[in-house]
Every structure is written in structure tokens, then in C-alpha cells.
């Protein structure tokens, strides 16, 4: 079953913390249709999944799905028979991936029936332990240091043979001049532009960061109206981006003794991915 999406209540910094702010104000309303809308987002990821192998090794298999958005991995888990969990701090997106699932749900009337999802609304740092996973996918971490825990903490709660799936956009390749102004998507409605400023590493650690962090400040620019014959409104919000380099990830994941690989995907997305060893 489906259940309610839950509240973990948490710090007011948690709340109001920069990347949350900027899906509450103009991301989360508009990410699915920004990266190309869910059906090719769902298609794109049942042939990764696919392709390098990834099957419920039980009829009880379990995925943990942080940093879930609209559910662009969370679906086809599902479909793979997976029971999800999937965590995000944008309400509007979990409440999207909770309509593609009952959507789910109708379109399988009748077959055998769907593994449970559960939606919780928190910080993917405070509930990443929350069970032992078969799976996990992951997001959005704000320091090298959180990056290098959560990989060691996969080891400890991953079940043997359990995978880590790391997707994030490569940024330390700077774009220079007016190549960082970079069309995102537009319709007849919408003109969605990213504008990215890099930041050199800090003199002194900040808030448990470490010194040798960089990070990419993403300013998301959008034009937009309800009809051709209403006129244009501007929103525009900002949040910071970790660089972390997919070398990077995949040593700390060799370190912690995981069995690793690389692949690039499309728009400098790239997946590193880690599997538990028996």
C-alpha cells in the first residue's frame, strides 16, 4: 500500500535550509517537466537498471530512494518489485511521485499486485539508516565529508550483494563565459535558463565542510504564463551545488571495499555505482 507522506519534523535550519527553499519556491513545481517530463525520465531508467543487471533478489527485496524528486528511479523500482521507501525534502515532488503511483497502480489492475511505496518528507542525512536495502540511490549532498559517510554507512546497511547508485551532475568541468548560461527547456509557455558561478574552496571549514570543498552556485531563471494571452512573469531562486568528481566517489567506494563501475549518461549526468560484496 501507499502510504500518507510523512513529516520527520527536524531542525528549523533543516526547514529552511538554501535547497529546500529553492524546491519550495520554483524548482519542485517544475523540475519533472524541466529534465524532460517523467515518461522518458522512467523509460530512461528501466533500461539502465536493465542493462547493468539490477533484479529484487527476493520476493521481500527492498530500495531506499533519497533524494526521490517526482520518482524518476522510485517507478521503475517498482516495477522491478522492489518495495520503496523514497525520501525528499520537496512536498510538491513527493506529491507528484505519489500520483504516478497510483497511475501505476491502475495501469497493473488486475496482475500482481504492486510492492508498497512509502513517502517521507525530511532530510535524506538523518534517515538514510532507516532500513536494511537491497538498493539505494542518491543525491544532493552538501559536502565531500557527507558524500564520504554515506558511502560507508551503504556498506553497513546494505544487505550483502546490495547496490549503491550515485547520480549527480559532474560540475568540476567549468564551463567558462557565456557557456555557463545553459537553456534548459522551453515550450510556448515556459523559457527555463540555468546560469552557473563558481565558487573557489573556502580558508576555513564551515558548518562540518571541508576546507577543499568547491561548490557551483546554481541560479535557476524562469519566464513563464498560464496562456499565450496572459502576460510573462520572472521567478528566479538559487542554491548551492556540491562539486565532487565521479574519481573522487569511486575511490571512496573501492575503499570501503564495494565492487565498483562508471557511466556517464546524458547532459554531464554520470552514475557511480557500488555493490556490497557477499
Sequence with gaps: ??????????????KNSQVKAHYDALLGRTYTWMMG???TNFEENRKFFDLHGLRPPTVDAKA??????????????????????????????LQELKGHKEALARKVSGQSPLPSLTLIEGDILRLSALL?????????????????????NAVSFLKPGGTLILHFRDLTRHLE????????????????????????????????????????????LLYTRPDASAPWTFKKSQYKKLEVSPEKVLKMMQDAGMDTSFHPLAFGVVAVMGRKKP
Design 177 to 220: 563565459g557565456t557557456d555557463r548560461f545553459l537553456p534548459c527547456r522551453t515550450d510556448e509557455n515556459n523559457i527555463f535558463t540555468c546560469v552557473l558561478e563558481y565558487e573557489e574552496a573556502q580558508e576555513t571549514c564551515l558548518d562540518g565542510r571541508d576546507k577543499e570543498d568547491r561548490f557551483v552556485l546554481i541560479n535557476d
Design 1 to 14: 500500500m501507499l502510504s500518507d507522506t510523512k513529516d520527520t519534523g527536524g531542525s528549523t535550519v533543516e
Design 64 to 93: 531506499l530512494d533519497l533524494g526521490c524528486g517526482s520518482g524518476f528511479q522510485a517507478i521503475p523500482l517498482l516495477e522491478l518489485g522492489y518495495a520503496v521507501t523514497a525520501i525528499d525534502m520537496s512536498a510538491d515532488l
Design 132 to 152: 536494511p536495502s537491497d538498493a539505494l540511490a542518491s543525491v544532493d549532498l552538501a559536502s565531500t565529508a557527507q558524500v564520504q559517510s554515506l558511502v560507508k
Design 37 to 39: 517530463g517523467a515518461s
